[in-house]
């Protein structure tokens, strides 16, 4: 006789107070290009890690520090009092999940899903989302997504650079990622949310685990990374790193689904046939508290089986918020056992947290202004009780089973406010003599201790603002708005499109510095080593293209010389025109520089050719029919090869796209594709586009509309632009600001 020694309730750890810094996670804002900034390796030695978290600019950087274990309460204290510290902890790498059976899909065949049919169909589910949603992204904390796998096609939009496990656990971030989003083609299995796009964020590593972040630093990478849901099917230990990564998403409006564990039945003598060694060895106690689960904002997910009873693994404790199929669940598997369709058949509260995450992204798309606790209260809200009364809780069932048709309707019911637009800077330029950022609220804010005649620039990809007026540099957070100042003999700013450090000129020679804007240290200077001569009286940093550093030497008020100053201190001199540039702009990818100058012709200058050549390699872009060459204006780039440019000019001029009687001074944008530009040609044959006849610039904003400068009539001297916003679709222009001189607009990533 074989008898089953019952599953015996043990008290629960209370839950510990841990410090973490709420005032740095508040400053920090999500941005894919924090997933750019260097990764400091571990530093210290000894056997215990401890993972950090820094506010790095805007961004949460995390790191690792390795002590001795007499020395970790001493150093976590140290570590905490450091100002830019948000978070530090011990930092215990999760286990890696356990694997199931797999099988191939039949081509054509649509298999039996019951988790889908007890939620109300694929098709009523599939149904709720609306056809014009926005994107939604899910950010998959797990152990690695396989791309081949035919269910995913191109939905797997990005990768967090991490070194995969063995090729054995990758199948469980698989088959979760199976669950949320499968493809809705016909064939095998279909997701909760197949329209949702996934971002893989691996926590596993095989042999490389030691003094590498663990799933807190997935979180914030999928925060960044733009995700309004994250599933966490990892099962992590609390920690202040863990905390903060949950804050940091909370405040960010992303939704965490945590699954509560799978320790429901591990406090028997033996392990039955169908448990789990994996969970034994892992499971502290009797339905253990896991730490991703135990935490405020998320919403712990346990198991159901078909009949609607818990299932026998699944966590009973205070962490159980909502109840979603987790037995017996068909699902995606890698492809390396069975082909780009293969399936596998598993059970886990890893597989019953996506029925809800692909809810929650639902919800989103049909509600994207709604904050995580509105998705939160309309999932628990909606939830089908399960042995208490409605809007009860219990530790075995939560709030009861997932309901993701009445939710839709509950919060169509009870629709969320509308988020109010946060402050971004769009441009900056001198106002009335004062250096503003302009924000899309049209207020300006002046930059700090900067006096006249500055150098300025936005970076490549938007996160930071550089103004230097020969005694300061000031750094803006272009997120933030936040500024520093440092005294720097630095004439002119730019950023170098190759390492993110700012350049820029300083006096005594021809030296380019680099200032690292996200540690606010210098990181090395370029000494240009043969240099033109000839009475010149100020040099200027004014563009970097690449890694080549680009400065004018002027005489009195004529900038009569543009210079490139290669990283080895080697110089050419690009072009001599004798005018004051206007502008001088570089391509996104570096190869192309243009130059502008009153009552001038633009110059285009391929550094590729001039690089190999030795001297400059230089077109000249005419704006008309005839040889009369307009002042341009507002020159940017569009990535590397397309460019914005707009005029100024007589009728004689560019007037004559845009002629009206008594008009005599004309503006005008188009945009010139250069892979287009013909060999041999004559100025009539240039193949401008795009012809605007109201605007002398136009940036897009991505998802934020179009930014347009106009001109301002009749005085072009000094040249000054009203700006406006205009939204999507065209409509509802906006102006930001107006009598803007030396405008310049902020990158869109």
């Known amino acids: 006789m074989v ?42 030695s000894g056997d215990v890690r401890l993972g950090v978290l820094r506010l790095r600019g805007h961004c949460l950087i995390a790191e690792t520090v390795l002590v001795d274990q007499p020395q970790v309460e001493a150093r976590l204290a140290e570590l905490r009092a450091e100002r830019d510290v948000v978070a530090a902890d ?12 797999i099988h191939p899909a039949v081509e054509g065949t649509e298999e039996r899903q019951w988790g889908l049919e007890a939620l109300g169909g694929a098709g009523a589910v599939h149904a709720l989302w609306p056809e014009q949603a926005p994107k939604i992204k899910i950010g998959v904390v797990d152990s690695g997504l396989d791309r081949d796998q035919a269910e995913f096609g191109d939905r797997v939009v990005a990768v967090k650079d991490t070194e995969l496990g063995t090729d054995e656990y990758r199948s469980h971030g698989t088959q979760v990622a199976g669950v949320l989003a499968a493809a809705d083609d016909g ?42 849901v994250i599933n966490v099917s990892a099962t992590d230990s609390d920690s202040a790193l863990l905390r903060a990564a949950y804050a940091y998403a909370e405040l960010s409006r992303v939704v965490l689904v945590p699954a509560v564990g799978n320790c429901g ?17 892992n499971c502290s106690r009797v339905n253990a508290v896991a730490g991703q689960a135990d935490q405020p904002t998320g919403l712990g997910v346990g198991a159901v089986r078909e009949d609607g009873t818990r299932a026998w693994f699944s966590s009973a404790n205070r962490t159980v918020m909502i109840m979603a199929p987790g037995e017996d669940i068909l699902t995606t598997c890698k492809t390396s056992e069975a082909g780009p369709r293969t399936l596998c058949r598993t059970e886990g509260t890893s597989f019953a947290t996506p029925h809800v995450a692909g809810a929650a992204a639902i919800l989103l798309a049909r509600h994207p202004d709604a904050r995580p606790a509105d998705i939160r209260r309309a999932l628990i809200a909606s939830a089908d009780p399960i042995g208490v009364d409605r809007g009860r809780r219990s530790d075995e069932y939560g709030y009861g089973m997932l309901n993701v048709i009445a939710a839709a309707k509950h919060l ?51 996160a930071w603002f550089a103004a230097a007026d020969g005694k300061v540099l000031t750094i803006v957070d272009a997120v933030t708005g936040r500024q520093r100042s440092v005294e720097c003999a630095c004439n002119g700013a730019a950023f170098d499109s190759a390492d993110r450090g700012l350049t820029v000129q300083t006096r005594g020679g021809v030296k380019i510095a680099r200032y690292d804007p996200w540690t606010a240290e210098w990181t090395g200077q370029t000494t240009a080593t043969s240099f033109p001569s000839g009475g010149l009286d100020a040099i200027e940093l ?8 680009l400065v004018t030497l002027s005489q009195g008020q004529y900038a009569n010389r543009l210079v490139a100053v290669w990283p080895d201190g080697r110089s050419v001199e690009l072009f001599d025109g004798g005018l004051p540039f206007e502008e001088v702009v570089a391509s996104a990818g570096g190869r192309y520089v243009l130059s502008t100058a009153r009552q001038s012709c633009p110059y285009l200058i391929d550094l590729d050719r001039t690089r190999s050549a030795g001297k400059a390699s230089t077109t000249v872009l005419w704006p008309a029919d005839d040889y009369f060459c307009a002042t341009a204006m507002l020159a940017h ?13 007589s009728p004689q001029g560019v007037g004559y796209a845009c002629m009206k009687a008594g008009q005599e001074q004309y503006t005008i944008t188009g945009r010139l594709h250069l892979e287009d530009l013909p060999s041999g040609r ?3 044959e240039l193949p401008w586009q795009d012809l605007d006849c109201t605007t002398s610039g136009v940036w897009p904003l991505g998802a934020d509309g179009e930014l347009r400068a106009r001109a301002e009539p009749p005085r072009f001297d000094p040249y000054q632009f009203t700006v406006t916003r205009t939204k999507p679709g065209g409509k509802d222009g906006q102006k930001l600001a107006e009598h803007v001189q030396d405008l310049v607009v902020r990158p869109v990533r």
């Open 3 to 44: 008898a089953l020694v019952a599953d015996r309730p043990q008290a629960q750890p209370d839950r510990p107070e841990l410090p973490i810094n709420a005032d740095l996670i508040e400053q920090a804002r999500p941005d894919p290009g924090c997933a750019s900034y260097p990764r400091p390796k571990p530093s210290g």
């Open 187 to 228: 064939t095998g299995v279909t997701g909760m949310a197949p329209q949702a796009e996934l971002l893989d964020a691996q926590y596993w590593r095989n042999g490389e685990g030691r003094g590498q972040p663990g799933t807190y630093d997935e979180i914030i990478w999928a925060v960044d990374q733009g995700a309004r």
């Open 265 to 281: 039945g591990v406090d028997r003598r033996f392990t039955l046939p169908w448990e789990h060694e994996w969970d034994r060895t």
């Open 637 to 649: 780039f569009d990535g590397d090869t397309d460019l914005r440019l707009g005029w100024l000019g």
């Open 412 to 462: 169509d019911d009870h629709p969320p406010e509308p988020l109010p637009e946060e402050p971004m800077i769009t441009a900056a330029g001198r106002i009335d003599g004062k250096l503003v950022l302009i924000t899309n609220f049209g207020e300006p804010v002046e930059v700090q201790r900067i006096g006249s005649a500055p150098g300025f620039a936005f970076s490549p990809d938007g």
């Open 542 to 549: 004014v563009a970097v293209a690449g890694d080549v550093a």
């Open 90 to 101: 011990r930092d215990v790498a999760p286990a890696p999940p356990p694997t199931e059976d």
């Open 682 to 684: 004559s100025p009539a």
